[in-house]
């Protein structure tokens, strides 16, 4: 068993530790948070685990892993202080505020030879498993796009734009699924509210190869829409997570240009395909639940996580670069 | 009865041609197609109208007005020669190629003392006449964003980049229940196929009073969507036009932010309201219908139209900007 | 071509009017409805047809088959007239008022050797004919139940009960899909309105090998919901006519129940099976336009119809016994 | 504090187990299980109630209360035993096997002045209340029908039809919403699997002042469908329970039928309005906290319950009279 401590117990913190908790592989040790409230309510579900209050005395505990689902300003300093201890490190996304933090985490795990898996956990979904086996084994042909919207009413943060929050979810997934070079990043927003804040965005992202993201993320919308196209040269996917059943549905759809002459782009014939849909059915595990295995199976072998330190300064970068260019409405921003 | 010739009858001209002939208020005297194909159509549907394969033949004829329904490279020359022989003129969208084009076209039909109507027809629907009307009551409080989405699989224009196919639909109805003042336009897009042109496109529109407006376009979608959320202060709505009943819904739902203290940004108090959606009843007419009777009484009255020249220069406006942006991967264009 | 006359000009018969007219083998020669206005319509959409006000004028016009567009208590007379004259006969459904009569007007047609065609449009849907070719392949296994939902506001029937205004269309698609014996009918009601006519109704029809047919028929219902569910041992079919695209789903789900022991009912196994779904795509034709083609080729080569005097006789004896059993309250009435 | 013992701790038991141990005004005492496997869970979830292999041991325990949460057949000598005992009973849905069964325990309650509450949890869900509430204020006029579909794949029980399993929440919803007098009841259904159980069944309920209440409850649909009609002569409900917000929708739309004279029935009036629709807020509690409390509420203060032993009764003879009913193909049973 792998002893494991987390801090920080709020919103997301003990869906990690109930998923900590149940045949992982791990022992939840010790759970760390400065409210009262929540450790009592730690303490409810988890009896065994050792609370603490103090950093130092969480630090003091006999822990091989240490999980930090706190506020992303806190990150660096804690996942630093876990791995110099010798600590593999589970790290919530986003990984750091800056890159420079992030690949001070990346090399110090390197160097001590640590495990560092940050959480991007819509990849260990069965749905965006799935598209991934799709694209690898050639279903949608050369990939075009990726366009993600991910909008609801709320929850508002106190201290990051929209981006901070919702995008990382779909630049870890674009960059799982499309895992080519960034070229340069685009953001607009609407910052109305007088608080300086951008509850709303749109973030574009120039690939190699012509292959561009979109995503669009907003607090402010009545609706919540989870809605993912993905365009390939064969097929398309329409992913939409709020769906109970059919998350994904692929399109035998298409448009096939054929140039016969360059100088006759005007003539140029225009095809469509439009063929069956189908539906592929999901494994429907719990994507914590594979996660935190490949945590211990990264841990206990050595192995490179699927969404280590490289996955998590990749969304760093994108964020910071949106957060650049929404600052001039637009203006792209190299990568 | 107001004489009317309609040049082009491809696919949007039958349309028209349908609308002059019933109880319009218009006499449809005369259709101009180089298509015999068309034409041999045009006097099926339409045997009392004279036809026409050459313009100096069509531009003879007896008319007090002229329908242009030509692809937007036809437009500025056939608007002058109409407007210059002293007729009124319907004009499809986009207006015209360029601001000059569109500025030039405005001038002329002042000084001729004609009306000039720019086909911006979903301006005519019942959907979006309601949404004005709750937005003229003040139902939404202050509006916030425009964010659209409209995206289908085909049909790519040869010509054209798909922000001057589609968006002009988008940057009209804003433009109507929006009529701020526009500072500036960020461009993105993929041009993923071998010929120069723009498939997919998004669109950021900056506003007077920090209002946003998103509009997302594409011929490579595998669904058809065509949904608009519009953000007020007081309350929010979705705009689904695929939708046969319940186009429109309203939600009472919103976010209240109460800064207590400037300092104290990280403490801002963030409310949610979540009230009762209505859908209310959509009136049921063609809009076609609607704005032919409009453009008659303009005739007849000397009135301006809900879609004027102005209304038609804006959106060249937005276009152009956007095609230039575009092609600096979002820089912004000022306006 | 063969010459074509249509009695009744209403809400049905100029869909006929316009498919008879197109490429279809057939010339219209005559149209026959006792209201001007009515035939003023058709004037204007066929100037070439004659144009009669009495049967007797309609009757003594040449033409080689007749159809019948007119409230179903006319179709028995019309029909037989128009067969003892000669004329093969496209008549509307249901085919009769009453099982003898059916009978009568297959016997007549045998007689005169003439084609009779009951116009079961649904048959010639792309959508239906889809699931009928997946039935023959096997695609469903055993077939267990159709289970349809047709419900929407309006529009009341005057004469009839609603059974005689919706069902049709499910008994005939079910009778298509799954040709077995029906062996008994139940039907219950609401007759809330004081005029006796019943608005809503479910049937149950009853067939060989234990297969049900179940049908939800309603002129009151807030929504339109046109949902056909079809149960098969191996697949099953969701079969929705508002959608529009993918109105077939077809989901790999089923029930396996393996009973080892005759005595052991209680601890019979019972297995789920939950794979893929998918939609096929859809001819996009016009199920008249078919049907028309049809209606030729079966006059041309003497072939009875996809939809004749048999399958027409059965929705009349389902019709009958609906009725019989919705007076007493469900009691079940043979076929 | 409502000393408190649970019997069954299999599907449901669980459930009610949680809402007795949070701030219900209950203490859960003592849980019974003739299984070891579930008595572990049981105990790691609520380590601080007594649990119990034998029904002698569990009876002695110190108990006011007593919950029933296993099969149907076991529910008559359970709940005879605990009110017998003293005890007020919380008994699960359906009430008892038999209307004497039924008739037996309400008679019981009486005489020993003891709570009888039936889990018709559906009753105390935000959105069945905010239906009840538009009903009571008269909102829908005169209600004509009550339509419900709720079908889904699985799960076969083992030892009754699928009345008895699905059919009991919408007899109670229904019973809750339109409290007429129930007349008779005719069932049909599907038994296609050899082994005698039922497994897809349509019910109807005729009513006083002739409402009809319709009910169709499947094991064998491969989607779940959750969807319930609600017609009133002034406005119609649609509500949706797999809807995640807008679960009801309620429809200004309706039917007039104004017969001037009783032998024109052929020429009555029928006017269509068609209006707004809406969907309010619905609270946002579990039901069966609120079910649970009530329960606390019905002991402390002596109140006959929501759903006691008359509501449970009615469920009942719908259900026996149906099973009747379906054996005889749709042939009416009285109530």
């Known amino acids: 068993m792998i002893k494991i401590?987390?801090?920080?117990?709020?919103?997301?913190?003990?869906?990690?530790a109930r998923n900590f908790s149940h045949d992982s592989g791990f022992e939840l040790a010790a759970i760390c948070d400065f409210s009262a409230n929540r450790l009592e309510r730690a303490q409810r579900l988890h009896p065994s685990a050792r609370l603490c209050t103090s950093l130092d005395d969480f630090f003091k505990t006999d822990l091989d892993a240490v999980a930090i689902a706190t506020p992303v300003a806190t990150h660096f300093d804690l996942a630093r202080r876990a791995i110099g201890s010798g600590r593999h490190v589970w790290l919530e996304k986003p990984m750091a505020e800056s890159v420079a933090q992030a690949e001070a985490l990346i090399e110090l795990a390197q160097k001590k030879q640590k495990i560092l898996l940050v959480d991007h956990t819509f990849v260990y979904?069965?749905?965006v498993r799935k598209i991934k086996e799709l694209i690898d084994h050639g279903r949608l042909?050369?990939?075009?796009?990726?366009?993600?919207?991910?909008?609801?009413?709320?929850?508002?943060?106190?201290?990051?734009?929209?981006?901070?929050?919702?995008?990382p979810?779909?630049?870890?997934?674009m960059d799982f699924l499309m895992p080519f070079k960034k070229l340069a990043v685009s953001a607009t927003g609407c910052h109305y509210y007088g608080n300086g804040l951008v509850p709303k965005s749109l973030l574009t992202i120039y690939m190699e190869g012509n292959v561009v993201g979109h995503i669009n993320v907003s607090w402010v919308s009545p609706v919540k829409i989870?809605?993912?196209?993905?365009?390939?040269?064969?097929?398309?996917?329409?992913?939409?997570?709020t769906e109970p059943s059919e998350k994904i549905k692929i399109y035998d759809k298409g448009v096939d240009l054929n140039v016969a002459d360059k100088d006759e782009v005007y003539h140029l014939k225009v095809q469509y395909?439009?063929?069956?849909?189908?539906?592929?059915?999901?494994?429907?595990?719990?994507?914590?639940?594979?996660e935190t295995q490949h945590f211990a199976d990264c841990i206990r072998h050595g192995k490179e996580p699927l969404t280590g330190g490289r996955a998590g300064l990749d969304v760093v970068k994108v964020l910071v670069a949106s957060e650049e260019s929404l600052k001039n409405r637009g203006a792209p921003v190299e990568l």
């Open 169 to 173: 979810h779909d630049i870890s997934i």
């Open 226 to 241: 989870r809605q993912t196209l993905i365009g390939g040269t064969s097929r398309m996917v329409l992913y939409d997570d």
């Open 141 to 167: 042909g050369d990939l075009i796009y990726y366009d993600s919207t991910r909008v609801n009413l709320g929850l508002f943060q106190q201290d990051v734009n929209v981006i901070w929050d919702l995008a």
């Open 273 to 290: 395909r439009v063929g069956d849909m189908y539906a592929p059915r999901i494994e429907d595990h719990e994507a914590l639940a594979l």
């Open 5 to 16: 401590g987390l801090i920080g117990f709020g919103y997301w913190g003990p869906n990690l």
């Open 125 to 127: 979904t069965g749905a």
